[in-house]
């Protein structure tokens, strides 16, 4: 019945140990081999996503940036793109220096911060990507950006969200991966709408789509798919919403929904 498997990684496919356990590549590997395309939808760069896709040999297009990119893994043909417009981009620059709020930029797959802190080395060593710093994002502000990202405090993150809004809100898809990341996309940059151009691409209707996620940026995707699956470490927003909740991320949650939905195995 599933023709098209979406799963965001951090806290999903991947364990609080940052690995794919063998019993989910296994049950990977089985749905593939009954012609399920399976893919990843995530937040983080196209550099980093592949890394974990080469970790479980998916050889297909991938979803990244929160469905602001997608991308075919070995020759790297770009399917589908949306930048930040450049207006919102400039302002959101503006706001987070007026604000001191520490703000990454992500021009031609390659992470940038205006300074070398705690925050970006944090974030470098999670994604597994390297960074460069540039203390004048004005330079770097004209050109496409699949992203920008906002590190901070949870709550605080919540109040910054909340300005925004009305700022650059009818410009940009602002969304959370994490307690403390707050992310900003162009508005078709959303991991629903990149599940809706996958499914188009490979000639699935939704009904034949899974999606599995954990976080509120997974919120589009699961409402899009046709079967919607919460982690069951997901945060309550998500559970609230979903079709399903299966087990925790530690738990092979994703091997859970694959052979109860797909291999049919109880």
């Known amino acids: 019945m599933y023709k098209l498997i979406a799963i965001d990684v951090d806290d999903t496919l991947l364990t609080d140990e940052i690995i794919v356990t063998e019993g989910t590549k296994r049950a990977l590997e089985a749905a593939i081999a009954q012609g399920v395309l399976v893919t990843l939808a995530t937040g983080r760069m196209f550099a980093s996503a592949q890394k974990i896709a080469k970790q479980i040999e998916l050889n297909?297009?991938?979803?990244?940036?929160?469905?602001?990119?997608?991308?075919?893994?070995?020759?790297?043909?770009?399917?589908?793109?949306?930048?930040?417009?450049?207006?919102?981009?400039?302002?959101?620059?503006a706001y987070a220096e007026a604000n001191g709020l520490h703000l990454q930029?992500?021009?031609?797959?390659?992470?940038?911060?205006?300074?070398?802190n705690d925050k970006i080395?944090?974030?470098?060593?999670?994604?597994?990507?390297?960074?460069?710093?540039?203390?004048?994002?004005n330079k770097l502000l004209d050109f496409p950006m699949n992203k920008m990202l906002i590190i901070d405090d949870p709550d605080r993150l919540d109040r910054v969200a909340?300005?925004?809004?009305?700022?650059?809100?009818?410009?940009?898809?602002?969304?959370k991966s994490k307690a403390h990341y707050l992310e900003f996309m162009h508005k078709e940059g959303t991991k629903g709408h990149a599940l809706r151009f996958m499914a188009e691409h490979i000639g699935c209707s939704m009904e034949e789509t899974i999606a599995i996620g954990d976080a509120w940026n997974d919120n589009e995707m699961i409402q899009a798919a046709g079967l919607g699956v919460a982690m069951g470490n997901a945060i309550q927003s998500?559970?609230?919403?979903?079709?399903?909740?299966?087990?925790?991320?530690n738990e092979e949650g994703v091997r859970h929904v694959i052979e109860k939905f797909v291999l049919k195995a109880e």
């Open 238 to 249: 998500l559970k609230d919403i979903a079709d399903y909740v299966t087990l925790t991320n």
């Open 162 to 175: 909340e300005e925004l809004a009305p700022l650059i809100g009818d410009r940009v898809h602002i969304t």
């Open 60 to 93: 297909v297009p991938i979803i990244t940036y929160q469905g602001a990119l997608v991308k075919t893994l070995l020759d790297g043909q770009v399917l589908y793109e949306r930048s930040v417009p450049i207006d919102a981009a400039k302002e959101l620059h």
């Open 105 to 116: 930029l992500y021009v031609d797959d390659e992470l940038y911060g205006t300074e070398d």
């Open 121 to 137: 080395k944090a974030y470098s060593k999670l994604s597994n990507i390297p960074y460069k710093i540039e203390p004048d994002f």
